[in-house]
């Protein structure tokens, strides 16, 4: 079946470390989104692609990077990872259009 | 700039009992979808339903229903005889307006759901 994973499911790092969390799905959708989840703030975009070597930053994109070199993964890297991202972060995809999104089960990141 | 509120973060009810989840959007296009998830204690998220800007339609899924009322921006979610298993948290979603290449959602802060047995 096809199916997006994420990886590390959990994932603790020290403030300044360089971190990178995994997204990859099989549905091959064109479109993939990276969102963090805190408290009171919903689901807010970090990043989005839609396709191949195509990226575009959302709307708390400060402190974050990703790449899209193939339809399949779009990993999201900390450069200096700090304590204010932790969260618990979620890949999603979709295919073109105004289609539903389809959600990994996240990665929780705690950043000492 | 678009904006979903939801202005409810927590409501209570004890099973069989009926719950409305308000949702209230912004935005100045006039095509657009709007979604609902659902977050269970487990973590994931959930797709429950997809309304597009044209379609004013009241929707029901066995339980579920939807009330979009474009006139007043609101994209209601009511839950009828609620079960212990509909404790959640619902996520009301607004997608940018129609694209060929993509649709961006932004997510209101979420209503946690609690059902007491």
């Known amino acids: 079946d096809a199916e997006i994973t994420q990886s590390p499911r959990h994932k603790i790092t020290e403030t300044g470390r360089q971190v990178t969390l995994a997204c990859h799905q099989t549905?091959?959708?064109?479109?993939m989104f990276w969102y963090r989840q805190d408290l009171g703030h919903g689901l807010r975009l970090i990043h989005y692609?839609?396709?191949?070597?195509?990226?575009n930053k959302g709307e708390v994109s400060d402190g974050y990077s990703v790449s899209r070199s193939n339809t399949e993964d779009l990993p999201l890297t900390l450069e200096s990872a700090a304590s204010s991202q932790t969260s618990v972060y979620f890949c999603?995809?979709?295919?073109?259009?105004?289609?539903?999104?389809?959600f990994g089960p996240g990665t929780r990141l705690t950043v000492l | 700039a678009q904006k979903v509120t939801q202005a409810q973060t927590e409501i209570s009810v004890v099973e069989k009992e009926d719950v409305t989840l308000d949702c209230v959007y912004e935005?100045?296009?006039?095509?657009?979808?709007l979604f609902w998830y659902k977050q269970p204690p487990s973590g994931e998220l959930v797709f429950l339903i997809r309304?597009?800007?044209?379609?004013?339609q009241n929707e029901i899924s066995g339980r579920y229903s939807w009330n979009f009322q474009k006139s007043t921006s609101s994209f209601n979610f009511t839950i009828t005889a609620s079960q212990v298993v509909d404790s959640a948290v619902y996520f009301c979603?607004?997608?940018?307006?129609?694209?060929?290449?993509?649709?961006?959602?932004?997510f209101g802060g979420g209503t946690r759901v609690l059902v007491k047995p």
């Open positions: 999603a995809s979709s295919v073109v259009g105004g289609n539903e999104q389809f």
């Open positions: 549905w091959n959708h064109n479109n």
């Open positions: 692609s839609y396709g191949v070597q195509d990226t």
């Open positions: 935005t100045r296009d006039t095509t657009y979808y």
């Open positions: 309304r597009n800007s044209f379609d004013e």
């Open positions: 979603a607004l997608s940018e307006p129609f694209k060929a290449a993509g649709n961006k959602l932004t």
